[in-house]
């Protein structure tokens, strides 16, 4: 299917767990982009990366890891997931003649 | 002070009515405007896309962009209960398409 995609949509996960969210997309496009979505924050930017193996952080990195081997796959790690990391996970994509970016459908984590 | 300021709402208005959503931005550098509507438990989707200030229209949407007073608005005629959603605004400017999001603004529109 054409689009961005995320997995899994729903995690629950304990203190201290190591989780990795997925994200995919088929257009090519060489920004993309992950961002956590919190009541009264808004979307707030983690990670992005202008291409393959460039990437660079957002606004709130602390406890995130990512990785951009692949034009395509955007993965996103919490090395030892905290109960402040409990939020909507989003990842987006754009063009790189394009300022709007293209959304998945998130991801919903829930850290116990 | 956020660079975007945005009311969250919730605000609610009856079928049929004009709505007005606005975001304030503080950084004169954004050049690039966007709205994304956001249904509940869905990922945002680009609603409009503007660059210069003045008005664009879209069907039952226009998006309006005054940079002299760092303000922007988006306007829903004949508003639907189907229009019930949060709508965030965006700001771009230079290069990296990285966006500046307001914190959003949730409608309902009541039959």
């Known amino acids: 299917d054409a689009g961005i995609t995320q997995s899994p949509r729903y995690k629950i996960t304990e203190t201290g767990r190591q989780v990795t969210l997925m994200c995919h997309q088929t257009?090519?496009?060489?920004?993309m982009f992950w961002y956590r979505q919190d009541l009264g924050h808004g979307l707030r930017l983690i990670y992005y990366s202008a291409a393959a193996d460039i990437t660079d952080k957002g606004e709130v990195p602390d406890g995130y890891v990512v990785s951009r081997s692949k034009t395509e796959n955007f993965p996103l790690t919490l090395e030892s997931a905290t109960r402040s990391q409990t939020s909507v996970y989003f990842c987006?994509?754009?063009?790189?003649?394009?300022?709007?970016?293209?959304f998945g459908p998130g991801t919903r984590l829930t850290v116990t | 002070q956020k660079e975007v300021e945005q009311d969250p709402g919730p605000l609610s208005v009856p079928e049929g009515a004009i709505v007005s959503l606005n975001c304030t931005y503080s950084n004169s550098a954004f050049q690039y405007f966007m709205w994304y509507r956001q249904y509940s438990r869905k990922g945002p989707e680009l609603l409009m896309y503007t660059y210069s200030s003045g008005n664009k229209e879209d069907g039952r949407f226009t998006a309006q962009v005054d940079k002299s007073s760092k303000y922007i608005s988006l306007f829903i005629r004949d508003s639907q209960p189907s229009d019930s959603a949060t709508y965030l605004c965006?700001?771009?400017w230079g290069g990296g398409n990285k966006l500046t999001f307001g914190t959003g603004t949730q409608l309902k529109v009541e039959l």
């Open positions: 965006a700001m771009k």
């Open positions: 987006a994509s754009s063009d790189i003649r394009e300022g709007e970016q293209y």
């Open positions: 257009w090519s496009h060489s920004y």
